[in-house]
């Protein structure tokens, strides 16, 4: 990541048209993009697409950036944008994938204390993502922002253009539908 | 669970990833080919939409062309009696119903062999009037077809071509300004319509 370089410079230098300028800001931000369509679509295929037509999105329209606020809530304005598009076109071809998920919470039940731990693990992080990526549209966008950038209800609101208790609300719905989904997340003790 | 302890889980679980690294070609390519649409680019559009008119023309006339008489006897041969659209055990009533629905002329015998089992018929009016006569002979499925053709020669049996066709034999010859296709699974059975008994033929009015 190019941490020394004058971000404005860059961003200016960008709207100027230069290719150099737009790969410091593409390695600047990729990681946060990326994870946010991944953990927004649910998998990496989708959350590649996504990524990508992000940064096109960002080389296309960075001339119409004015700093009026920060670069950062640009850009997240611009992947929540795609991630809605994304899940709009999408929406009529995607299966339900009720039970799959059925199934893979049945992994969950399963001790934890064993060798296959670890593999576990990360099967829990995908089963989390794949009940996360089946949330309503409104919950989903949130619970990301929330816990894959930490964003706090504000940044959330002011990025969605909607009240701070709009976004708590919908998180507390989502909540409750992640407690219900992933209540066999956590590993039953097996008696000695 | 309590909810800062799934909250932590979701924090663990949703936390950020790095991106792969081809994420840079892909961004690279869309731009390049977005920024700048080359004369190649459009020449490759141009000739893929061409390509496509083609396609959707071609598949239009195969769709709409007339077919030769093995097509049309062996398409006909997956008819099911319930799509046959006169049915009659009687090769006098088939001939007189052809007759009067696309004034074509059946030269079939007044009887047939006790093997063959007449089912019923079937004609096309759409271009050149087609008939389909069904039967069976021995169990074995069988499909006479004729239609009109130009007038040629003496009017007398000029055989035309025999063999298989998407697994069916068939054989076609024209006579009196007709052409006629017999198909069926065997080769031999099909003929037995009209030479199994040797008897002599009819004519309508």
Redesign the interface.
């Known amino acids: 990541m190019v941490l020394g370089v004058n971000h404005r410079d860059v961003i200016e230098a960008c709207q100027r048209g230069d290719d150099e300028a737009?790969?410091v800001l593409?390695e600047t931000h990729?990681?946060?993009?990326?994870?946010i369509a991944?953990?927004y679509s649910g998998n990496?295929t989708a959350a590649?697409d996504i990524?990508?037509d992000t940064?096109?999105k960002l080389?296309?329209n960075i001339g119409q950036f004015r700093g009026d606020s920060s670069f950062e809530s640009w850009l997240y304005r611009l992947v929540v944008n795609t991630c809605l598009d994304y899940h709009r076109k999408r929406r009529r071809f995607l299966p339900l994938l009720e039970d799959g998920l059925e199934e893979a919470l049945d992994v969950f039940r399963a001790p934890s204390e064993s060798a296959l731990h670890d593999l576990l693990r990360e099967e829990?992080?995908e089963r989390?993502?794949q009940v996360?990526a089946q949330l309503p549209e409104e919950q989903r966008i949130v619970?990301?922002l929330r816990?894959?950038?930490?964003l706090s209800y504000e940044e959330i609101a002011d990025l969605l253009g909607c009240r701070r208790g709009t976004v708590a609300s919908r998180l507390n719905r989502a909540?409750k539908a992640?407690?219900r989904r992933?209540?066999h997340?956590?590993p039953r003790k097996v008696r000695q | 669970m309590k909810k800062q302890d799934y909250e932590s889980e979701l924090s663990r679980h949703l936390g950020p990833v790095t991106a792969p690294d081809e994420l840079w070609d892909r961004v690279h390519g869309a731009h390049v080919v977005k920024s700048r649409p080359s004369r190649g680019m459009t020449w490759q559009w141009a000739a893929a939409a061409l390509a496509t008119v083609a396609l959707v023309a071609g598949v239009t006339v195969w769709q709409n062309r007339e077919m030769n008489g093995e097509e049309r006897a062996v398409r006909a041969l997956s008819r099911t009696p319930e799509q046959l659209q006169f049915h009659s055990a009687d090769l006098a009533e088939l001939r007189t119903w052809v007759k009067s629905d696309t004034g074509m002329d059946l030269p079939l015998p007044v009887r047939t062999s006790s093997s063959v089992q007449l089912i019923g018929a079937y004609v096309n009016r759409k271009g050149t009037p087609t008939a389909e006569i069904s039967y069976r002979v021995g169990g074995v499925d069988a499909t006479l077809v004729v239609s009109k053709i130009p007038m040629e020669g003496d009017g007398r049996h000029a055989f035309i071509k025999s063999g298989s066709y998407h697994g069916s034999s068939f054989q076609s010859w024209t006579m009196r300004g007709q052409m006629y296709t017999i198909a069926s699974a065997d080769a031999k059975v099909g003929c037995l319509l009209c030479h199994s008994t040797g008897a002599p033929r009819m004519r309508v009015n």
């Open positions: 737009f790969r593409f990729k990681d946060r993009v990326y994870s991944l953990r990496s590649m990524a990508q940064f096109v080389l296309s829990q992080e989390v993502q996360v619970v990301v816990y894959t950038d930490g909540h992640l407690e992933l209540s997340l956590r």
